[in-house]
């Protein structure tokens, strides 16, 4: 007869069974990464450690004095880092002196150091509450409740932003700090020191991974970095590109099988980092599930049911591959004789890694600044091949050009004069001969370009509304860059803006247009009047010789003399009366000729000072372009081209000697890490 399953008897053999069964699966399930044999109790006894003093390596104190030089090289370069990927706006926090310089010098006691320290591993939950200590450190198989219990209630002081968790024969909690008899803290190597960042669900979930670890340089100080991710909120290629820390864990919360996100992550990998062969450690688990497994034990630990789920849960949930990430970064390795030593070069690639992400930061922003500038260069140059034509062409509406202004101005303004020079006839020049600079000069300035000036200052207007938007273009070049050094460029484009030849006024444009104008009243109005007035005064003196040649032979047929007053020279009174005659009308030719000869010359000058002015126009408009509209932009896109070469000058030099500590370091660990 079966004994009763309510008897004491009964469930102390059903709990004798369960026990058995448990401790068979719990310990695989979570010391499969373990020695090959037991996992013993204790820091002293492990045979990790036992190996680590009695096999001492020959090529360790090579590496280890390589290790020291390296991190002499570095310590020396990462001020150069700093400064050549430095004028970036305000420093992240990971960007800050103090932090990389703790990080570096960390790194020289651990390498200097023949004694081991507590490894320092930080847990951080990333877009969803942590589960992971819990299914690290509880105890599914004790009957002592107040470990469980405690570390259950572990977060509940709600201005508590991290909790440090060491082992410790007692139970013991104090703010922020928590002492467990966990025997999970004593199976590796050395002493493990278990810091757990509050849950990010109390963070800004919002926040990017990338921002996320920024914002925490506790990530990097850590010696191994456990982070958790749900891959449904932070696709896998988000985790990748991030800038993770060499010795950090991401624990994907998926139940994919490890054999299957392997071959992705590689390939992932591969193409976002086609120059690195060190892939980052990525298991996929499920710490809830673990957690679940354990609740369900310690609800029912005498049902065999329960057993069984729990082993199926807590096995399925695979939080044993974490444990054997662990043990493998904790395992040494032939070259290294203690663990933080081993953990120290970690983090002298993270330093690298940032040296090295930190250039390729600022190549991309002065890649965007050069791309940036030749676009505004080309903006530039376009505006200074269409100004002309939109300022002197007139178009139709399919953009085809038909007149040219200053050629119409000029051809309307002759028009307008001919009618005055017309009027200017010779008969009434004479009468008007001390008035001729006068006239004409009244009649060029009426008609002389009056509706070109008029759009000249309208196009003035225009020209400074664009120098005022280029302008604005290159102070919102230098701010949208602040990679770049542009405190001096900037300054000069100021005071170029501020200089008294760099506001435009309605004579920028205008001003050919009246130096022409008083060229020709100045020089062939001034010859025109001089010409009419010598010819008037030869006309006058020709028709008075005129006369008197003819009334000095009438006066002589007058008296009766046969020769006439002229008769001494053989001229007799009809004769000298015919030349005096001719004489006059002789002196009336040559004035007429003459007057318009000089308005003929006067024409002449008036094409060519035109000419000039078509001239004067062009080269003045690409003059007040050049030296006013786009002088703040030109200026800005000739610094930022300097201060670009400038600082691909400088991040060249540095780059060169952080691969030189690179190649160092891969000698020594045989890593391969990719270079900007």
Not at 180 to 197: A, D, G, M, N, R
Not at 260 to 285: G, Y
Not at 397 to 403: A, F, I, N, P, R
Not at 579 to 603: N, P
Request: with cysteine.
């Amino acid at each position: 007869m079966p004994p009763c399953p309510t008897c004491p008897a009964s469930l102390n053999s059903v709990f004798r069974v369960s026990r058995s069964i448990s401790n068979s699966g719990f310990s695989l399930a979570r010391h499969s990464a373990g020695s090959p044999g037991a996992v013993k109790k204790g820091f002293a006894s492990s045979p990790i450690s036992h190996t680590a003093s009695t096999e001492p390596s020959n090529r360790f104190p090579s590496q280890k004095h390589e290790a020291l030089t390296l991190l002499h090289k570095i310590t020396k370069i990462f001020p150069r880092v700093r400064d050549v990927t430095g004028h970036s706006g305000f420093p992240r926090p990971e960007e800050t002196p103090t932090f990389w310089d703790g990080i570096l010098s960390d790194a020289y006691e651990d390498l200097s150091s023949t004694a081991e320290r507590p490894v320092k591993i930080l847990v951080c939950g990333w877009d969803e509450w942590s589960d992971l200590v819990t299914a690290l450190l509880s105890e599914p198989l004790s009957s002592e409740e107040a470990l469980n219990d405690m570390l259950a209630n572990r977060w509940k002081v709600p201005d508590q932003e991290k909790l440090e968790i060491s082992y410790d024969a007692k139970l013991n909690s104090a703010p922020s700090k928590l002492t467990l008899p966990s025997p999970y803290l004593t199976q590796f190597p050395v002493p493990v020191e278990i810091t757990e960042l509050r849950p990010i669900s109390t963070l800004k979930s919002a926040t990017p991974i990338t921002e996320f670890l920024r914002e925490n340089p506790a990530i990097f100080q850590a010696d191994i970095p456990i982070i958790q991710c749900n891959p449904l909120t932070t696709p896998l290629s988000v985790i990748l590109k991030a800038q993770l820390p060499s010795n950090a864990i991401i624990v994907l919360t998926s139940s994919i099988p490890q054999a299957v996100l392997d071959p992705i992550i590689q390939h992932h990998f591969r193409s976002l980092h086609p120059r690195t062969n060190q892939l980052p450690t990525i298991i996929a688990a499920d710490p809830r599930r673990a957690v679940d497994a354990i609740q369900t034990i310690h609800s029912d630990p005498g049902s065999l049911s329960a057993i069984q789920k729990f082993q199926a849960d807590f096995v399925g949930s695979r939080i044993s591959n974490i444990t054997t990430a662990l043990q493998t970064k904790l395992t040494l390795k032939e070259g290294f004789k203690t663990v933080r030593s081993k953990l120290a070069q970690g983090h002298i690639q993270d330093v690298l890694r940032w040296s090295f992400a930190s250039i390729r930061r600022v190549r991309e922003d002065m890649d965007k600044a050069y791309i940036d500038t030749a676009s505004f260069k080309e903006r530039i140059a376009e505006v200074q091949a269409r100004v002309e034509g939109d300022i002197f062409a007139r178009h139709e509406s399919g953009h085809k050009t038909v007149l040219d202004e200053v050629d119409e101005a000029i051809k309307l303004a002759e028009r307008e004069m001919r009618p005055v020079m017309d009027r200017l006839t010779w008969w009434r020049m004479i009468w008007r001969v001390d008035e001729i600079s006068s006239i004409v000069g009244a009649g060029v300035t009426q008609a002389w370009c009056r509706d070109l000036e008029r759009k000249l200052i309208l196009h003035t207007g225009r020209l400074s509304a664009l120098q005022r938007d280029t302008s604005e273009s290159a102070m919102s070049l230098l701010s949208v860059h602040p990679t770049l050094s542009t405190a001096i460029l900037r300054n000069t484009l100021l005071q170029l803006q501020r200089t008294p030849n760099y506001s435009l006024t309605p004579e920028s444009l205008t001003e050919p247009i009246y130096t022409r104008r008083n060229q020709i009243l100045e020089f062939p109005t001034t010859r025109l009047h001089v010409t009419g007035q010598r010819a008037v005064l030869g006309m006058t003196g020709g028709i008075i010789t005129g006369v008197g040649i003819s009334w000095a032979g009438w006066v002589g047929w007058l008296l009766g003399s046969g020769e006439g007053l002229l008769g001494f020279v053989g001229m007799d009174a009809g004769t000298a009366i015919g030349v005096g005659i001719l004489s006059a009308v002789a002196s009336i030719r040559w004035t007429v000729g003459k007057w318009e000869k000089s308005k003929k010359r006067w024409w002449q000058d008036w094409k060519r000072v035109a000419e000039g002015m078509d001239r004067d126009l062009k080269a003045t408009l690409h003059t007040t372009m050049r030296r006013q509209v786009i002088v703040v932009a030109d200026t800005a896109c000739d610094g930022m081209s300097k201060l670009i070469k400038a600082r691909e000058e400088g991040l060249e030099v540095v780059v060169a000697e952080l691969k030189e500590v690179q190649d160092g370091l891969e000698e020594i660990i045989g890593t391969r890490e990719g270079k900007p």
